[in-house]
């Protein structure tokens, strides 16, 4: 579930979120309501506006609306964040670019690595619906759980040497930057694939992505964002 909040740094920045949203909620909610007389689809609005669970969501129009915006913004960030995070890495630790210039063939273990050491959604935010302990502290009914993922991904009794880079770690698909269980990312293999056929294209190109200067991130505590990372591309000879 997911709930849109508008933020901005003055009254025009809001005005200007707040038109976009309005022109948000206007086009999903005709698309909503176009799908009910069609056959069910494996759309996303199509399968909550057909879900027994979910096919009055639309009368609630911020629960609507949130859920229906990760359509634009799922994969959106995080995605590109972890393309920009793997570049780094790989400078940050040559003999791993070394390895994979010599075994392309790591490139999909590589993309679970880089998606762990990025972990592009650094937490997430759950409500205890009842009271238990956890870890030997009682969380009661009501209580805000936050997971960071970021610290789960370089938790050392899992992953040995866990700020390194490691294109060949063994268990590098055992991080929980999409999430577990019910609540684990639905993109997540789309994921896997954008990054893994773009650096089989990238490896059949270049001999090099080289880091050339600072680079700059975002200031922010849910997205491990990437503003800027300035790179030079060699062509391979």
């Given amino acids: 579930t997911a709930v ?82 793997s570049v780094i890495a790989l400078n940050e630790f040559p003999e791993e670019y070394d390895k994979l210039r010599a075994n392309p063939a790591l490139i999909p273990n590589m993309v679970a690595e880089m998606i762990r050491l990025q972990t592009p959604v650094i937490h997430m935010r759950r409500t205890a619906n009842q009271d238990f302990i956890l870890g030997g502290h009682k969380i009661r009914e009501g209580d805000k759980v936050v997971m960071w993922y970021l610290s789960g991904n370089r938790d050392e009794s899992v992953f040995e040497d866990a ?30 694939l954008q990054l893994k056929i773009l650096w089989e294209e990238i490896m059949k190109r270049f001999d090099k992505v080289e880091l050339v200067g600072d680079v700059v991130r975002l200031p922010n505590n849910f997205i491990r964002g990437i503003a800027d990372v300035p790179v030079v591309l060699h062509p391979k000879k």
């Fill in 4 to 85: 849109p909040e508008l933020t901005g740094d003055d009254e025009m920045d809001m005005n200007a979120r707040k038109a976009d949203l309005l022109e948000c909620a206007a086009t999903f909610t005709r698309l909503w309501h176009e799908r009910p007389a069609q056959p069910p689809k494996y759309d996303l609005i199509s399968m909550l506006a057909h879900g027994e669970d979910t096919k009055d969501m639309v009368n609630d129009p911020l629960l609507f609306l949130g859920n229906i915006l990760l359509l634009i913004v799922g994969g959106n960030d995080t995605t590109r964040n972890s393309i920009s995070g």
């Fill in 163 to 192: 700020n390194r880079f490691l294109i060949d770690r063994k268990n590098a698909r055992q991080h929980v930057a999409f999430g577990f269980g019910v609540h684990r990312c639905m993109g997540n293999r789309l994921a896997e």
